[in-house]
């Protein structure tokens, strides 16, 4: 059976000599799978493919099934690694269209608590009012902000239109196992409630509950997601030899481009329903690496769609940029161009022809001339979209992310800046004991 794989060729010729970046990644592997390296508390997701067992995917799946029976929209309330890996695999996976069939099979999942915009939760409270729906809510601590307005908001409805007894059976919650509110609530109101791990950071963490919950009640089979996640454990495995390790050199070869200047990465996709593993991407490694004034700025563009705006800036603009081009090899679908007496298009020369040809040589015809015009390429080819592969490509990420932070000389696992802005925004909203920061900050307003 195929497995993902990692073409560096065309981004070698940008940079030096890489072998010692290929024995400091072989070490920061090991680090990683021993735990000795920075934020050692937070590896649970190293070897977390492996310790699933089938019977908790039997147990998630029961689960489900009778949560969602008669249930037409769950509402996945979370935010950041809350809410991205399941939205990205679930979006990948998932028919585009199933909001326009008459009665999809399964229910639809729609997120909330992940910004606080008004006409959002407004427009989401009145499709609610007039459908069967539930509730997972997705917090460590219960306490941050966006999902806990949007969890106490939606709590209330949910009350109101099912009274408190049903409402407290529509709901799950994904929490830590012994403290913070959420779990405080869980115990009082008696919800079903699934553990986030302590080990786990919240954008390592869509292997756990936090998204094999929300993607099982997609429809999608989480026990071949899961699969697939444990055949890229084995392979990255720190006793295989580097080169063949695809986590390890997509680790190199990306610090490699960065230690030569290449300071923003573009991720590449050419299949529309990549759009949001891109978002969970960005997270992972922006989150990751972006801290102690050094990282590579993640970016990324849906092609053939972004070439009509952003293709300008990545042929001819600075050159400070590179491309990692995730590449589904083979279609699950397939469409033939028809012949057109007219022509009028001046396109028969492709009829007979598929469009995911097409497509694809737009891809090999793009890469080209990017690696021509000065934008080295990296290329991660994934066999089928699917949800064994798709298990394969989370991992893949996960494990080059942590050795890729760790040959940065950062702590790929914490993320002190993003308490600035928290604090900022209480003070600013008279939050008790924020008093001294709100008189500074209204003096520069």
């Given at each position: 059976m195929e497995n993902i794989s990692v073409d560096i060729s065309k981004a070698l010729s940008f940079t030096g000599n890489i072998e010692n970046l290929y024995i400091k990644a072989a070490e920061y592997n090991k680090a990683l799978e021993e735990k000795t390296g920075k934020g050692n508390d937070f590896l649970g997701w190293v070897n977390l493919p492996s310790s699933?067992?089938?019977?908790?995917?039997?147990?998630?799946?029961?689960?489900?099934?009778?949560?969602?029976?008669?249930?037409?929209?769950?509402?996945?309330?979370?935010?950041?690694?809350?809410?991205?890996?399941?939205?990205?695999?679930?979006?990948?996976?998932?028919?585009?269209?199933?909001?326009?069939?008459?009665?999809?099979?399964?229910?639809?999942?729609?997120?909330?608590?992940?910004?606080?915009?008004e006409d959002y939760i407004t427009e989401l409270r009145t499709v609610l009012s007039k459908k069967s729906w539930a509730i997972v809510v997705i917090s460590k601590s219960g306490t941050t902000t966006e999902p806990a307005i949007a969890f106490r908001i939606l709590k209330n409805d949910i009350e109101n239109k099912f009274g408190k007894t049903e409402a407290r059976k529509r709901i799950i919650a994904i929490t830590d196992k012994s403290k913070g509110a959420l779990r405080s609530l869980s115990n009082t109101e008696g919800y079903k409630t699934y553990e986030i791990p302590d080990d786990v950071g919240g954008r390592y963490s869509v292997l756990t509950p936090v998204g094999l919950i929300p993607i099982a009640m997609a429809g999608i089979d989480i026990k071949k997601l899961v699969e697939g996640a444990q055949t890229m454990e084995l392979i990255t495995k720190s006793n295989n030899p580097v080169q063949n390790n695809p986590s390890v050199s997509y680790a190199v070869i990306r610090n490699a481009l960065y230690n030569c200047n290449k300071t923003t990465e573009i991720l590449v996709n050419y299949h529309s329903k990549l759009h949001y593993i891109a978002e969970w991407w960005k997270q992972l490694y922006g989150e990751s690496e972006g801290k102690e004034g050094k990282g590579i700025f993640p970016a990324s563009v849906d092609f053939t769609s972004d070439l009509h705006s952003m293709g300008q800036y990545i042929q001819e603009g600075m050159r400070n940029i590179f491309e990692t081009v995730i590449s589904i090899k083979n279609s699950n679908n397939q469409i033939i161009i028809p012949?057109?007496?007219?022509?009028l298009d001046q396109l028969n020369f492709l009829s007979g022809k598929?469009?995911?040809?097409?497509?694809?040589?737009?891809?090999?015809?793009?890469?080209?001339?990017?690696?021509?015009?000065?934008?080295?390429?990296?290329?991660?080819?994934?066999?089928?979209?699917?949800?064994?592969?798709?298990?394969?490509?989370?991992?893949?990420?996960?494990?080059?992310?942590?050795?890729?932070?760790?040959?940065?000389?950062?702590?790929?696992?914490?993320?002190?800046?993003?308490?600035?802005?928290?604090?900022?925004?209480?003070?600013?909203?008279?939050?008790?004991?924020?008093?001294?920061?709100?008189?500074?900050?209204?003096?520069?307003?």
């Amino acid at each position: 059976m195929e497995n993902i794989s990692v073409d560096i060729s065309k981004a070698l010729s940008f940079t030096g000599n890489i072998e010692n970046l290929y024995i400091k990644a072989a070490e920061y592997n090991k680090a990683l799978e021993e735990k000795t390296g920075k934020g050692n508390d937070f590896l649970g997701w190293v070897n977390l493919p492996s310790s699933i067992s089938d019977n908790f995917i039997s147990e998630i799946n029961e689960t489900v099934t009778k949560f969602v029976k008669d249930v037409e929209i769950v509402v996945c309330i979370g935010i950041g690694g809350s809410y991205l890996g399941a939205k990205a695999v679930i979006d990948a996976l998932s028919n585009q269209f199933n909001l326009f069939t008459q009665k999809p099979k399964y229910p639809v999942i729609v997120f909330a608590g992940h910004q606080m915009c008004e006409d959002y939760i407004t427009e989401l409270r009145t499709v609610l009012s007039k459908k069967s729906w539930a509730i997972v809510v997705i917090s460590k601590s219960g306490t941050t902000t966006e999902p806990a307005i949007a969890f106490r908001i939606l709590k209330n409805d949910i009350e109101n239109k099912f009274g408190k007894t049903e409402a407290r059976k529509r709901i799950i919650a994904i929490t830590d196992k012994s403290k913070g509110a959420l779990r405080s609530l869980s115990n009082t109101e008696g919800y079903k409630t699934y553990e986030i791990p302590d080990d786990v950071g919240g954008r390592y963490s869509v292997l756990t509950p936090v998204g094999l919950i929300p993607i099982a009640m997609a429809g999608i089979d989480i026990k071949k997601l899961v699969e697939g996640a444990q055949t890229m454990e084995l392979i990255t495995k720190s006793n295989n030899p580097v080169q063949n390790n695809p986590s390890v050199s997509y680790a190199v070869i990306r610090n490699a481009l960065y230690n030569c200047n290449k300071t923003t990465e573009i991720l590449v996709n050419y299949h529309s329903k990549l759009h949001y593993i891109a978002e969970w991407w960005k997270q992972l490694y922006g989150e990751s690496e972006g801290k102690e004034g050094k990282g590579i700025f993640p970016a990324s563009v849906d092609f053939t769609s972004d070439l009509h705006s952003m293709g300008q800036y990545i042929q001819e603009g600075m050159r400070n940029i590179f491309e990692t081009v995730i590449s589904i090899k083979n279609s699950n679908n397939q469409i033939i161009i028809p012949n057109d007496s007219e022509n009028l298009d001046q396109l028969n020369f492709l009829s007979g022809k598929r469009l995911g040809e097409v497509n694809k040589m737009a891809e090999l015809g793009t890469r080209l001339a990017h690696v021509d015009g000065g934008v080295p390429n990296i290329l991660i080819e994934v066999p089928f979209l699917n949800e064994y592969y798709l298990g394969q490509l989370i991992y893949f990420f996960e494990k080059a992310c942590g050795i890729s932070g760790y040959i940065l000389g950062v702590n790929p696992f914490d993320q002190p800046g993003v308490e600035n802005y928290k604090k900022n925004m209480f003070a600013l909203l008279n939050k008790p004991g924020y008093e001294k920061l709100a008189d500074e900050l209204r003096k520069k307003i």
